[in-house]
Structures are given as structure tokens and as C-alpha cells.
């Protein structure tokens, strides 16, 4: 199949195909390609179609005169390149690059040039696609996600059906009545928040056609772990005294009241002793201030 495709491409180069036999990077993009094959006589296959390839492309610069300006000839390098690419990408992701679950898409048919459904089964020959442990806390979240990159080349209108069976997964077999609808939506992941220990379980996502055709399925064992109580420290209390001693409760209030009056008498006194003192400092100025003055008008002379 890979020979037959490579054929194809060599041989129905799009656009101009003269003057490619020239040009070096055409010829190392070659080399490299029959080098990459898995065996020698897959390489010796892969050279023969090369080199018919060349001869292909000689034939064809006779029957355009032999020559060919660099601008076109970089536009049909150019182009060729992209679609020598394009051909590996193809082969490195496979006609059907579903590792399981069932794939149909829509392919060219390269004898009849007519499009038709191509079906890739499942190697396993399953539509299931393994189990996925996800644990979360409780009051957290969980994201479930069953999404492949193949789901977009699907040619039918799908949906993602999500159920679930409560329990601890993986303690008991479980049927297809142990399911209930959880939601179908076209997005292929959902979101589980403020999670209680009651909703973990087993998790189904399986997608399917509008007419019921099961496509790809996976699924997921949710456990959740609860969130552990917090420990409360022991309140001690002081034992009472025995009864008939003459013990008494300190209360520290009690002391308020005493202690105010006695600030408040203190301070009244201080002001009691300021004023005498002072007092007392004024008299005894106007006592010596006094014969100093009486002297004072003695020796004045009296001025007629």
C-alpha cells in the first residue's frame, strides 16, 4: 500500500513536473525517504520508484522544450515538497489511527476517483477502551474527558453519552441496568463540582452515532477521599473547692471601684497641698517686698 501511494505521488506530481530531476533538494528529500524505510528491500523498492520517477520527469522537460525558468521551477519545487509532506504526515498517523473503538470516515477512492466510506474497525475488535482511575476530595472537582483526536474524521453526527453506577468502584460487577443517564452532550468532557463521598462511582463516556451505533467508549472510577474532621481540643475545667472552706473567688472588678476613689482622693489632696503651698509663697514675697518700699519713698526728695 505505502509502494502504491508513493507511486501515485511521484508519478502525478501536481502542476509542472519538468526540470524536478535537477534539483538538489528534490533528490536529498528522496534520499532521506529511502533511507527511513524499515527494511533494506523496502529501500530498494522505494529507489526503483524514484528513479522510474526521474525518468518520468526527464521525459516530460523533452516534451516542454528542455528548459524552465527558476520562478516556475520554484513553484513546482515548492509544491512538490508540500505535497511529499503531506503524503508522510498521512502515512505517520495511518489510514485509521483509532487504536480502538470503531472509525469510519470518508476516503477517495485513487482507481475510481470517487469518494466512499472507509470503516477501520478496532484491532481488539472492542468498541471499550480501558478504565481510568481519578480520584478527587470532597468539596473538589473532577474532570472527565473522553476525547480522541480521531473523533473529528468521523463522518456521522456523534454525541458523548455520559452514565454512572454509584458505589465504590471496582467492588462488584456491574450490568448495563447499574447505569444511570448522567447528561449527552456534543462537548466530550464534563465537569464534576463540590464533590460529596455519595457521587463517586464508575463514570461512563461512550460516543455515538444519531442512530445508537456505540463508536468509542471509555471509562472512569471515580473515588473521592472525605475531608477528615477536625480534632476539637479538651476543655479543662478547674474543680471547685470543697465544701466548708473559706475560699473566695478572685474577682478583679471588685477592686475597680476601691481603686478609683482612692486615685481620685490622692489627686485631691495634691491639689489641695499645691494651693497652700503656693499661697504661702506669696505671702512670704509681699512680706519682704513691703520695707523695701517704705525705704524706697523715705529717700525720694519731695519736689515743690
Known amino acids: 500500500m505505502l509502494l502504491v501511494l508513493l507511486m501515485s505521488l511521484l508519478c502525478c506530481v501536481p502542476a509542472a513536473k519538468a526540470c524536478l530531476q535537477c534539483d538538489r533538494s528534490i533528490r536529498l528529500l528522496h ?21 522510474y520517477a526521474y525518468v518520468t520527469y526527464r521525459e516530460t522537460s523533452q516534451g516542454r522544450k528542455g528548459v524552465i525558468d527558476p520562478t516556475t521551477l520554484y513553484r513546482v519545487r515548492t509544491e512538490y515538497q508540500s505535497e511529499f509532506h503531506r503524503f508522510l504526515k498521512t502515512q505517520h498517523t495511518g489510514l485509521c489511527p483509532n487504536k480502538c473503538g ?16 472507509y470503516v477501520c474497525p478496532s484491532p481488539s475488535g472492542q468498541q471499550n477502551c480501558g478504565d481510568y482511575p481519578v480520584q478527587a476530595e470532597e468539596g473538589g472537582q473532577a474532570v472527565l474527558n473522553c476525547f480522541l483526536p480521531w473523533h473529528r474524521i468521523l463522518l456521522e453526527k456523534t454525541e458523548y453519552h455520559y452514565s454512572w453506577a454509584p458505589g465504590v468502584p471496582g467492588t462488584k460487577k ?12 456534543d462537548d466530550s468532557s464534563v465537569v464534576l463540582n463540590q464533590l460529596h463521598v455519595a457521587e463517586q462511582g464508575t463514570y461512563r463516556c461512550s460516543l455515538q452515532g444519531r442512530n445508537g451505533t456505540v463508536f468509542y467508549r471509555v471509562t472512569f472510577l471515580l473515588t ?61 514675697r509681699r512680706a519682704t517686698e513691703e520695707p523695701r518700699r517704705r525705704t524706697e519713698r523715705k529717700n525720694t526728695p519731695n519736689t515743690v
Open 31 to 51: 534520499e532521506d525517504f529511502v533511507l527511513s524505510a524499515p527494511s533494506v528491500n523496502d529501500q530498494i523498492e522505494i529507489q526503483k520508484i524514484c528513479d
Open 174 to 185: 456491574l450490568n448495563e441496568s447499574d447505569f444511570k443517564a448522567l447528561v449527552v452532550t
Open 224 to 284: 473521592v477521599a472525605p475531608v477528615p474532621e477536625p480534632t476539637l481540643r479538651p476543655v479543662f475545667t478547674l474543680p471547685s473547692p470543697p465544701h466548708g472552706d473559706n475560699y473566695s473567688t478572685f474577682h478583679p472588678e471588685e477592686l475597680l471601684v476601691p481603686l478609683i476613689a482612692m486615685v481620685t482622693a490622692m489627686s485631691l489632696a495634691a491639689i489641695i497641698g499645691l494651693t497652700v503651698v503656693l499661697g504661702m509663697m506669696m505671702s512670704q
Open 102 to 117: 470503531l472509525l469510519k470516515r470518508r476516503v477517495m477512492d485513487c482507481f475510481s476517483c470517487r469518494y466512499q466510506i
